[in-house]
């Protein structure tokens, strides 16, 4: 099994900047590939960004430019940072991961609230 944990969600105005972080626990030896979803309120959710186990990337079109996603697999930690944060990132946004065996895992989400 494994956790994983999101902080560093908040109420931020429109133009400014966050960093999400997540970190996994337990057994952490075959996680793969990693990601960040979110969700607005009515909203099914959606890929923001991805990252693999070699480090290659992926961005939704609406994020590419502005959010960028890094890990750091020795302390089994996941970042997104978000600039130019607009009210449409208005959303709750999950960390995900896959193992080795398509097991996948979900954090709790955390709240990114952009205002005007």
């Known amino acids: 099994q494994v956790q994983l944990v999101e902080s560093g969600g908040g109420l931020v105005r429109a133009g400014g900047s966050l960093r999400l972080s997540c970190v996994a626990s337990?057994?952490?030896?075959?996680?793969?590939?990693m990601r960040w979803y979110r969700q607005a309120p009515l909203k099914r959710r959606e890929l923001v960004a991805g990252i693999s186990s070699d480090g290659s990337t992926v961005y939704a079109e609406s994020v590419k430019g502005r959010f960028t996603i890094s890990r750091d697999k020795a302390k089994n930690m996941l970042y997104l940072q978000m600039n130019s944060l607009k009210p449409e990132d208005t959303a709750v946004y999950y960390c995900?991961?896959?193992?080795?065996?398509?097991?996948?895992?979900w954090g709790q989400g955390t709240q990114v609230t952009v205002s005007t």
């Open positions: 337990g057994n952490t030896r075959n996680l793969g590939g």
């Open positions: 995900y991961a896959m193992n080795t065996l398509l097991q996948e895992y």
